[in-house]
């Protein structure tokens, strides 16, 4: 895999990772991305249902009660064009879909049903149904990191899943391999490489919520960095032609050399560095030795508490998420280094990722990055990824 900026290679102890093809400037975006799967975030239950119906059901764009131009009269979707249902009906939405949703929120509404599989079970329905729609992006799917170790059986979840999804299979192509281990396989996949696409920003919400979950294939190649040096936008809300608007563009937060692994953050880069390490060990299955951990490491738990606090907007929340300090990249300029966040050799060194890259608005914890530069400049207009909000390098 290979775009103009990038390209993909194996890095021991790493996978596959995407390395700088060439010298890339802050603001470039690196790749672009369609998803082969997109699905709903929501549970099946009547509160949520009605939050649901306030996106497309296929291309997840905000849509209000009056603008909501068709609905499915099976299930109860709702999407945002008629076009949208026609292209939905043959692909994200196809009966046998719509019957397993109506099926699956019939049993959730008789039965205790965490969030979780409720999730699990969105994912898999719209996993085999890819399958019988599109077998090579089906294949692709299956080509993303993600496997099981243990005895499929152990995993009672699982083995319900299956269950509930085999008693809707009568029709389900069997030469596309369909068993509880495909189905454990398939869930390995999605934890490893879904993509969150988040509700509209709001400064009341601390919590930032997702509207659907999707996998992109290319951009699953990047791997975590906790001070990455690339982010993801996506433009969910823009209109534009045959769901273009659930593209997602990888950008660079600022310039790197050739070869240099470009790498995302996976959740906001706020966290501090127990509870990054327990996200990637639980749900990413690795030990993150990057440069901030390695100082992070040497912290105690009040060092994290005191020395990530530079988000004069946010006191109440420092307390639960303290705003990390960092930098992962040597040829990031330095900048600040007489302010309070630098103050000595076991102070985190990197003020400046955090001073200059993430969004100081309220409950955002977004990231920011350039605007795709004109060609030769690095621009100064930086983007918020989660609240869209715009500024000047200057005011930064
Ligand atoms: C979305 S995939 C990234 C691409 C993956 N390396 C591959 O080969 O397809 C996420 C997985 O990549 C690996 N990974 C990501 N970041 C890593 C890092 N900083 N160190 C080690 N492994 C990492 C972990 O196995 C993780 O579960």
Redesign the pocket.
Known sequence: METAAVRMTEIE?????MVALRPLKGGEIVLKDSPIILYSAFSFLSDDHQKSNGYCSHCFITVSQQSQKASCSTCGCGFCSLECQSVASATSHTPWVCQALFRFRQYVSDHDVGLDLQLQARFLVSAYNLASVSPVRFQTLLS??GSVSSQPDADSSAVFLHSFISSLCATFPRELGFSLELTCVLLAKDK??AFGLMEPFSEEREERSVRAYGIYPLA??????CLPNACRFDYIDVAGPASSNTDITIRMIHDVPQGREI?LSYFPVNLKYSERQKRLRDD???V???DRCKVEANWSDCDEDDDLDVDDNNEEEDDEEPTAVMDEDPDVEMEGEDGDAMKGEDDFPHAYFFLTYMCDRKNCWGTLAPVTPSVATTSIVMECNVCGYCKNLDQV
Do not use: I, K, P, V
């Not at 102890?13 to 990772?17: F, K, L, V």
């Not at 699953?220 to 960095?225: A, E, G, T, V």
């Open positions: 102890g790493r996978g596959r990772a993303l990191q490893l490489n699953s190649f990047f791997n975590h960095d790498c990413y299955g690795f993150c030795e990057c």
